[in-house]
């Protein structure tokens, strides 16, 4: 269905994707450095402000807001500052799961009324649109609406999956359902495993 955004993408010359290639490597070196700055300052909040300021940062972070600071690199060392017991530890994943509940329905609800019209104005030639008419509409296509649950639980892809979910329509409370589970899977195992660490 949305194969063609991916095959044009595949057609480009191999020079051509050896030279954009190129031009990524300072704009890594930007980004971690960027990342790094903001992981820091944010843990820092976190710290002062507790679990609100979890709240706040996992809204912000799943509503791409500070997609430059995610959850993978920041959450390990938020939950070794605020979870202390193991109430500390039900309230984190909680806190951390609803804030990114909130912060992926509205992608999806911006994906769902306006994902096509955003899609064609972006088109092929732009990231977004080779990564939303590439692999994660491909996955979603291929895997259905259970690639919602599995989604969420994979980094990366569990931030990206609101954006195919709200093309293709996915009834809403599904969607919810999916995406609460999953979140909640992933928060869980990914605080579990930076306390044990």
Known sequence: MFGHYLDRNRQQP???RRQLAGRDIPTLVVSSVVTGIVATALIGFCHQYGLLALFVYTILE??????????EVVIPVAAVVLVHDPVSFVLFVGDATVGTMIGSVGVYAVTDRY???????????????????????????????????????????????????????????????????????????????????
């Not at 799943?62 to 959850?71: D, E, G, N, R």
């Not at 609406?145 to 599904?174: N, T």
């Open 14 to 16: 191999a020079a051509k």
């Open 62 to 71: 799943a509503s791409f807001l500070l997609h430059f600071a995610p959850v």
């Open 115 to 197: 994902g096509e019209q955003l899609t064609a104005r972006l088109g092929p030639s732009n990231w977004i649109g080779r990564t939303v008419g590439g692999w994660t509409r491909n996955w979603f296509d291929r895997f259905g609406e259970k690639s919602v649950l599995v989604g969420r639980c994979i980094p990366v892809v569990r931030v990206l999956i609101s954006i195919p979910a709200g093309m293709a329509h996915m009834d809403r409370w599904r969607y919810l359902t999916y995406s609460t589970v999953g979140t909640g899977v992933f928060m869980t195992a990914l605080v579990s495993v930076s306390l044990l660490a």
